[in-house]
């Protein structure tokens, strides 16, 4: 069994920050890639960022500069700091791992989903 378990969102004021994280556990081989999705309502789940396990980083344009996507390695564990949030961040977040898990397989995993609102 493998699972991603998501931390950190709420509620926050625009211009205000939040740190998210996920960790995955379980019969893990290697993680290839880590990331982040979000869905708002009534929209399509889109990327936000991601990070191979070389540390190469994807952005979509709406987050960058303000997000920054990092990983620890050898805690399976992937991390996202958003700065300067805004209300049309508020979307339902989730983390996605694209990994061998110990019995041999490739697969993509996903989180449960973090709620992240952004209002005054």
């Known amino acids: 069994q493998v699972q991603l378990v998501e931390s950190g969102g709420g509620l926050v004021q625009p211009g205000g920050s939040l740190r998210l994280s996920c960790l995955a556990s379980?019969?893990?081989?290697?993680?290839?890639?880590m990331g982040w999705y979000r869905q708002a309502p009534g929209k399509q789940r889109e990327l936000v960022a991601a990070?191979?396990?070389?540390?190469?980083?994807t952005y979509a344009d709406s987050v960058k500069g303000r997000f920054i996507i990092a990983r620890d390695n050898a805690q399976n564990t992937v991390y996202l700091l958003m700065n300067s949030l805004k209300p049309e961040d508020t979307a339902v977040y989730y983390c996605?791992?694209?990994?061998?898990?110990?019995?041999?397989?490739?697969?993509?995993?996903w989180g449960q989903g973090t709620q992240v609102t952004v209002s005054s």
């Open positions: 990070i191979t396990s070389g540390g190469n980083r």
């Open positions: 996605n791992a694209d990994l061998r898990t110990g019995w041999g397989r490739r697969e993509d995993y």
């Open positions: 379980g019969s893990i081989s290697r993680i290839y890639s």
